[in-house]
């Protein structure tokens, strides 16, 4: 169970509602897996250039039931520059990210 996995939610100001849709999905998820350190939401805001940023977010490895609900792509893990944690225990960055 090593895959993260990520989905770009697209233009910043558009994806407000289906990342307030997913934030809660996932909150309920985490509470009904007894908030394990290792399952966390992170988000980053993505350029590359663009005049506008996108939203993607990563869903850890333990996320990987609700990551197939909502139609994440199993990827490589993220670097943690520039992510912010959503969901989860602040213990998920020292568990996910031990050389941060």
């Given amino acids: 169970m090593h895959a993260w996995f990520s989905k770009n939610l697209g233009d910043g100001i558009l994806a407000v509602q289906p ?16 908030s394990p350190k290792e399952m ?16 993607s977010i990563y869903l850890s490895p333990a996320s990987a039931q609700l990551a197939k609900a909502i ?20 213990d998920a960055w020292s568990m996910l990210f031990p050389d941060r």
């Avoid at 990342?19 to 007894?34: C, D, E, K, P, V």
């Avoid at 893990?77 to 520039?82: D, I, K, L, S």
Wanted: charged content about 15%; glycine content about 10%; aromatic content about 6%.
């Fill in 71 to 90: 139609d994440a792509k199993p990827c490589a893990q993220p670097t943690p520059g520039g992510l912010s944690l959503l969901v989860g225990s602040d």
């Fill in 19 to 34: 990342l307030s849709h997913i934030q809660a999905q996932f909150r309920s998820a985490f509470a009904n897996a007894g």
């Fill in 40 to 55: 966390a939401l992170f988000l980053r805001h993505e350029s590359a250039g663009r005049l506008h940023c996108e939203v």
